[in-house]
């Protein structure tokens, strides 16, 4: 079975800090991806990563930036965390042109 | 713009009943579409997919109908249970989309009742 781990079930975090977000999968996936899920917006792409280095804006890049060092790991970082950065994070990863397979999700909460 | 839709937000079946989840995608490009389950908490899980070139495919209670012709989507659960309860989303591949890009509809939640 694919899995697809993240870091953090739940995170607490204050305005300002720096936030890092961990995804790793075990099926040597070469897409890996990060949304956000907010009540009525449905998901929402922010990164993706097709390779090793690389790294694709999705529909919401603003405020946040990725690493790829690995193939089999997707960090997604929040420089300087805000409220309006309060949201579940959900990571997927997938090979070139099948089904994502998601994590668990992290429940991101910034006061 | 494209968008993946809905037709409805809500769907409350009684326990044993059918469940019929549809979806309209707006990309006649599009050649694969998965349905997902995301229960409360959870991450979204995959159901079922199916290519363009089919217009049925069956699973464990599950069943998914494609007409091409006026791009509709549905999932369709045969004798729903209480752990059928959950958001169901629909997505799509369109063909030009890099890196394996889905389009995700915003999700219907269906309420099993007993």
């Known amino acids: 079975d694919v899995k697809v781990t993240q870091s953090s079930r739940y995170l607490v975090k204050r305005t300002g800090e720096k936030v890092f977000l961990e995804c790793v999968q075990d099926m040597d996936h070469e897409n890996m991806f990060w949304y956000r899920q907010d009540p009525g917006l449905g998901l929402r792409l922010i990164y993706f990563?097709?390779?090793?280095?690389?790294?694709e804006k999705g529909d919401i890049p603003e405020g946040y930036s990725v690493s790829r060092e690995k193939k089999e790991r997707f960090s997604l970082i929040l420089e300087s965390a805000s409220t309006n950065q309060t949201s579940m994070y959900l990571c997927?990863?997938?090979?070139?042109?099948?089904?994502?397979?998601f994590g668990p999700g992290t429940r991101l909460t910034v006061t | 713009g494209e968008s993946v839709g809905l037709h409805l937000p809500t769907l409350s079946v009684q326990e044993g009943d059918n469940s019929i989840i549809n979806c309209a995608y707006s990309n006649s490009a599009s050649d694969y579409f998965i349905w997902y389950k995301q229960e409360s908490g959870k991450g979204p899980q995959f159901i079922i997919d199916i290519r363009s070139n089919m217009d049925k495919r069956q699973g464990q209670r599950v069943t998914v109908l494609l007409n091409k012709t006026v791009k509709h989507l549905s999932l369709q659960i045969a004798a729903t249970q209480p752990g059928d309860s959950a958001v169901y989303f629909c997505a799509e591949n369109p063909l030009y989309n890099q890196g394996g890009k889905l389009i995700f509809g915003q999700g219907t939640e269906l309420s099993v009742k007993p």
């Open positions: 990563s097709y390779d090793v280095k690389m790294k």
């Open positions: 997927a990863s997938s090979p070139p042109t099948d089904e994502q397979y």
